[in-house]
């Protein structure tokens, strides 16, 4: 097995004569130079891939829930969209980037477009989970779901502007790797541009994050005013905030960050979307996994307590209470009381203290709460989100 660190091309650089001091310092920091100005994109590759292995299981739990209903929803699909649409991206990137399989100007053209495409419509999918998630919870207010999508398909036109502008390894060079056209062409990247303004990577991250921020914001504020009971928020709806500040502070500060660097040193700075679009993928993944296993998971489930109207031996009502924190028990009259007409004590269903004397047969009794035996059962908020989720 031959050895490729790059010595074998020393003769070649130096054209066989022994480099000096100087000229190997410098070669030296050349290629220090060219790793730490790819380290963005290769970190980016590295999240990715580590992502797409972290949720195999979540996405064996998905499929096993997608053959039991036979019928996906629309969280399962942009997952699924999102999960290989980013692997086929991050696979052409490492291809392009990392080894000599392009043979051809065609191969480096279709490949760099390609991977570039498929980055930016993962980060157009995050988006579409994100609005999704927010007509349900602005479910009653259309003009809201409607800015969404006009907000939506703002963000589809940035993305595909930022992709036509972007830097691209498309050009095939004598040294059978494929490097940008203007490395062949000996000019600068962004030679043309006069300032910050001029990059599409500063608007696209402008308009993401503002986007973001507007629309998390407003689900936050909205579920704090509508799904808070007694003990704060109920289980989905922590759910959904939580995810909602988690996905802001990772996908937010990252882009704040990017920008203010764009703003004072855009000359001297790589590419940076690709790190952006990289974080917005996983935190968008981890969203959609955390909400689906909280809507179908059996730990999530609450029964809320309710009293029904049961028959008692006597021929009067027995009342019960149904809880998932209370006991179920009966209440009926002692046998030799007023009123009784029944020599022993009621067998109707009940869940108490065992060897109990006491008529009382679970605590509290609340008449008041009885309702009809015709009246159907209290909703399952869990059952409901799965209509919808």
Known sequence: MQRHDGNEYL???????????????????????????????????????????????AEVRLLTRLIRRRKPNMAECLFVAIKYFALIAVVLDVILSATFVANSQDDCHNWAWTSSTMYFLCSWLVFCAIVW?????????????YTCYLG?????????WTNYRVVKPDDYSPAGVCVPHQMMDNTPAGGGESGFWDSATFWFLLYN?????????????RLLRTARGPGGLTKIARVLFVNNVHYMLGVEMCNLI??????????????????????????????????????YSPTYSKQYGFSEVRPGSSGGPTHSMASSNTRVGTF???????????????????????????SFRSLPYRPHETVDDN????PQPNQELKNVF
């Open 11 to 57: 003769h070649a650089v130096f054209a066989g004569v022994r480099p000096t001091m100087d000229q190997s310092i410098a070669l030296m920091r050349m290629m220090q130079e060219g790793t730490t100005w790819n380290l963005g994109a290769i970190g980016a590759q590295f999240l990715l891939m580590a992502e797409i292995l972290r949720t195999i299981p």
């Open 258 to 295: 990017e920008i203010i660097l764009l703003m004072g040193w855009w000359r001297n700075m790589p590419q940076l979307h690709q790190p952006s679009i990289a974080i917005q993928i996983i935190m968008g993944l981890n969203m959609i996994v955390q909400e689906q296993e909280a809507v």
């Open 152 to 160: 939506l398909a703002g963000q589809l036109a940035m993305a595909l």
């Open 332 to 358: 009926s009259k002692r046998p030799g009381t007023a009123g009784s007409n029944f020599t022993a004590p009621s067998t109707a269903y009940y869940r108490g203290r065992a060897d109990t004397t006491n």
């Open 375 to 378: 009246s159907p059962p209290p």
């Open 209 to 221: 994050t503002i986007f973001d921020l507007c629309v998390l914001t407003a689900c936050c504020i």
């Open 133 to 145: 998630r927010a007509t349900i919870i602005f479910s009653t207010y259309k003009w809201i779901a």
